[in-house]
């Protein structure tokens, strides 16, 4: 793995390099700075508009109860498509672009889940919270338990049993 990684970091600033001077040659150098430069304005403007609208899309997932994973995924997938279009480069510019539209990245989330499936555990530890609105709790005074915001709503604080319950502060 070490040595993939070493061989990208070599290979594709080389092949990035080469890129941009045959089309330097082939145009002009001025040309070629202003392709590198309108690529990575118009790739920011995307990925902040892409980011944007996934950020939406996980918050209407957390509203409605479920777990947002694909929404994280497109997240991080737009998140490295505008770190590839801010590098100068064809090659990364081109991947960037197509990471930014969603058929790119339903196509390459695909392909990672694909590759990728059953390799993954998840484990959890700690205690599991009863809910606030058992008959048997008294969230005020159980300490360790789910328990109101001071403030309403539907957010919650976990206090620590060794601390006990937060008395009287507001966030």
Do not use: N
């Not at 001077?21 to 508009?49: E, K």
Request: proline content about 7%; overall charge positive; charged content about 15%.
């Amino acid at each position: 793995m070490l040595i993939r990684l070493f061989a990208l970091f070599i290979c594709v600033p080389f092949i990035e390099l080469v890129l941009l001077l045959r089309m330097a040659d082939a145009t002009s150098w001025m040309m070629t700075l202003t392709i590198v430069i309108v690529t990575g304005v118009i790739g920011s403007l995307l990925a902040r508009r892409e980011g944007l609208a996934a950020l939406m899309r996980f918050r209407a997932a957390l509203a409605s109860g479920r777990m947002p994973g694909r929404e994280i995924q497109d997240g991080m997938m737009i998140a490295f498509a505008a770190a590839l279009l801010l590098t100068p480069g064809l090659l990364t510019d081109s991947l960037g672009f197509f990471l930014l539209t969603p058929f790119g990245r339903r196509t390459v989330g695909g392909f990672l889940r694909r590759r990728y499936a059953g390799r993954f555990q998840i484990h959890t530890s700690g205690f599991h919270p009863q809910s606030p609105s058992s008959p048997d709790v008294d969230p005020a005074s159980a300490s360790g338990q789910w328990r109101p915001h001071p403030s309403g709503g539907d957010r919650f604080t976990i206090d620590a049993p060794s601390f006990g319950p937060k008395q009287g502060q507001s966030h």
